[in-house]
């Protein structure tokens, strides 16, 4: 992390990677009752059209690109390199796409990572994905079987998360990858709040653990309050060292997000829905950004935190 002076005088904040979440589904076999993974509008994802799929990326790159001076983010921010999170719903209840867009874009020149709820998780995946993936992200938000149920992490037929089978694949996964990095995200909610991770976040062992308060855009339901965010917080004080905190405020305009459509979207603090773009596919990456508004500033100062957080 370094800063520098652009012609005009203004500080320049340069960050190792640009990071874009493409939530590529809304699928997802989880019901979690505060899940935000809900978009308007209607119409075919595009992740189920390969050739659709591979000019978004295309597209994105050549706006992205570190190389590209003439994106608007230049005045503000500097970036070494681009990542290309996917998420969803769940985005490995489509394997084979999945895989192949994570190919895709590490061929045009995105790192890439994933984002999932860890119940698709298999060994077996984890020789097939790893080996192609700069990061693994994990949704946990409870070692506890009654308070996942209550949230909503459970299947149709009632089937919870494995944890014993989630670190088996994940240790398949740094084995194929040593150089994998391994995060968890914890969403902060009504039913989880008063409990204590720390055991089940030793186990597991990530680099980062980044615990993100329940953000009500799509829904109130499981809402807490600050003095309950800000008590889950100090209990976990032992894991500072990994620990990540992301409260509402932050969350909102601090993000490059892109919906299953093709559309930048924007969390925006007080509104109970989305901010979106047109979609990239018909006005193309620079017009669909510039209706995004996201915050520059909010987004080096999660980023940069991030980064320091991880050189620690």
């Not at 339901?221 to 309950?228: E, F, G, R, Y």
């Not at 924007?266 to 209706?291: K, M």
Request: hydrophobic share 40%; with cysteine.
């Amino acid at each position: 992390m370094t800063h520098s002076l652009s012609r005009k005088g203004f500080v320049r904040l340069q960050l190792s990677e640009l990071v874009i979440n493409w939530h590529i589904t809304e699928a997802c076999n989880y019901r979690c009752r505060y899940c935000y993974a809900h978009w308007e509008g209607s119409g075919r994802e595009l992740v189920h059209n390969a050739e659709a799929s591979e000019r978004l990326l295309q597209k994105l790159w050549h706006f992205f690109r570190p190389t590209n001076k003439a994106n608007p983010l230049r005045r503000h921010m500097d970036w070494q390199g681009v990542r290309l999170n996917l998420a969803g719903g769940e985005p490995l209840l489509y394997p084979d796409r999945v895989s192949q867009i994570i190919q895709a874009a590490s061929e045009i020149g995105f790192a890439t990572s994933l984002i999932t709820n860890g119940s698709a998780f298999s060994t077996a995946l984890a020789k097939r994905l790893a080996p192609h993936l700069f990061m693994l992200g994990i949704s946990l938000d409870s070692g506890l079987a009654l308070t996942n149920q209550e949230i909503g992490r459970h299947d149709r037929n009632g089937n919870l998360l494995q944890f014993g089978q989630l670190e088996e694949a994940i240790k398949e996964a740094q084995c194929c990858n040593p150089r994998l990095r391994f995060k968890l995200n914890t969403v902060v909610n009504a039913r989880n709040c008063q409990e204590n991770l720390s055991t089940l976040v030793w186990r597991l062992s990530p680099e980062r653990w980044k615990v993100l308060r329940m953000l009500p855009v799509v829904t109130n339901d499981l809402a807490i309050s600050d003095a309950d965010f800000h008590c889950f917080v100090a209990r976990h004080q032992c894991l500072g060292s990994i620990l990540c905190v992301e409260d509402n405020a932050e969350m909102a305009d601090s993000y490059v997000m892109i919906d299953p459509h093709g559309r930048f979207f924007q969390n925006v603090l007080g509104r109970s829905s989305y901010r979106y773009s047109l979609p990239i596919p018909d006005v193309g990456v620079e017009a669909a950004f510039a209706a995004a508004s996201m915050d520059p500033v909010k987004f080096c100062a999660r980023y940069l935190g991030n980064e320091m957080k991880v050189a620690a």
